[in-house]
């Protein structure tokens, strides 16, 4: 029963954890990279057109103007990938979580033709940047010639600081839309794409294909499953892997009902005798050992699954009284992306878990009782 219990406890707070890390991956990463965008062969000239007739359609939240160059920031000689996305930022907090993100500056900081950057803490802190510095991007630019590309250069200055707690904060940056088109080489006004938000992103690749095909021919639609996907798909296979492994150890405490049941049935042979010789059935005896083991499968379940709900709804405030013990952050925010344990509690896994518990504790009598059923009362008694 104990064996059952910590089995039990086990699978419901990792995978609660498992949800928690998910949970708070899928808001930082998903709340800054677009849900989708829609583009065509050339830059708007007017995405307000497009963004109105984006927004009247169901599930989208909000259409805003969207442009991302690829570049290289460059500072005292030392040089990083960097993707820059051109935003509105009175419009930009209706599809970004950026605006509850900032660490130093504003959103609002990004005026139209003052060249201002915004970039993450992990960028900052490599390049030991702050408020006013200046920075260089670099953008490939593919000329006339045949095989030509030379690099277009822009000095922007460090107007804000954000923080995601993703590996964002050293790979994205923000700077105005209309700052973007001459990065790019565009007339003033030109945008690339304007960017969605859904009210339930996991459906974004069939609300994109329905928003594209609504708005008219010539627009293609991207989700966040082509950049982003792999992350999450890699997450989903890891936490039903470690759900599995962690099964096991509901299979040993059910291996161990089989194990105590066969030694009790040994231990109680002289007494499924004298019941057989009363007058109990072979399926009776059966009956009492299916009980013993099935009551040993539920309370185990039972304790198992409160003390696993508990522990899951209470695991992040246990680990924060701890550091404060102990003086130690464990999940510093210099190491790990994350600062704290987190944990989402979902009742499809406590179902899940409680039923394979009880499914296994059940499916572990069966022998023993059988056994036990098979006793024959002149055998047994022979010697006593």
Not at 171 to 188: H, M, Q, R, T, Y
Request: glycine share 10%.
């Amino acid at each position: 029963m104990i064996g059952l219990t910590l089995g039990v406890l086990a699978m419901i707070l990792v995978l609660s954890v498992m949800n928690g890390f998910q949970q708070e991956m899928r808001t930082r990463i998903l709340g800054m990279v677009p849900h989708a965008t829609i583009s065509a062969e050339q830059p708007f000239a007017d995405w307000k057109s497009v963004a109105d007739k984006a927004a009247q359609q169901p599930h989208v939240l909000a259409a805003v103007p969207y442009t991302q160059l690829q570049g290289m920031l460059s500072q005292r000689g030392r040089m990083q990938p960097l993707l820059v996305d051109g935003v509105d930022p009175e419009l930009e907090p209706k599809v970004s979580i950026i605006g509850d993100r900032m660490v130093q500056g504003q959103l609002d900081n990004l005026k139209a033709g003052e060249f201002g950057i915004i970039i993450g803490e992990i960028t900052a802190h490599r390049f030991q940047l702050g408020m006013g510095d200046k920075v260089t991007i670099i953008v490939p630019e593919v000329t006339s010639a045949a095989g030509n590309i030379t690099p277009r250069m822009r000095r922007f200055t460090v107007v804000g600081i954000f923080k995601v707690g993703a590996e964002l904060d050293g790979s994205l940056s923000l700077i105005n839309v209309a700052d973007a088109a001459p990065l790019k080489g565009w007339e003033p006004g030109l945008v690339q794409s304007v960017r969605l938000a859904f009210d339930d992103l996991f459906k974004a690749p069939q609300y994109s294909r329905q928003v594209a095909g609504a708005i008219g021919a010539g627009y293609e639609a991207q989700d966040w499953t082509s950049t982003q996907g792999s992350l999450f798909q890699a997450m989903n296979m890891e936490k039903t892997m470690i759900g599995l492994l962690l099964l096991l150890i509901v299979a040993v405490a059910a291996f161990n009902i089989i194990a105590t049941l066969i030694m009790v049935v040994a231990d109680k042979k002289a007494d499924i005798a004298i019941l057989r010789t009363l007058g109990a059935t072979p399926r009776q005896i059966m009956f009492v050992f299916m009980v013993q083991g099935t009551v040993i499968g539920v309370v185990g379940t039972f304790i198992g699954g409160v003390l696993g709900v508990i522990a899951a709804l209470n695991v992040s405030r246990w680990i924060s009284a701890l550091e404060r013990i102990v003086g130690h952050k464990i999940f510093g925010s210099d190491m790990y992306f994350i600062s704290n344990l987190p944990s989402d509690l979902q009742l499809n896994d406590v179902m899940l878990i409680c039923g394979a518990a009880l499914c296994m504790s059940f499916l572990a009598t069966l022998y023993p009782a059988w056994r036990a059923s098979r006793t024959e009362p002149a055998e047994a008694l022979r010697y006593d």
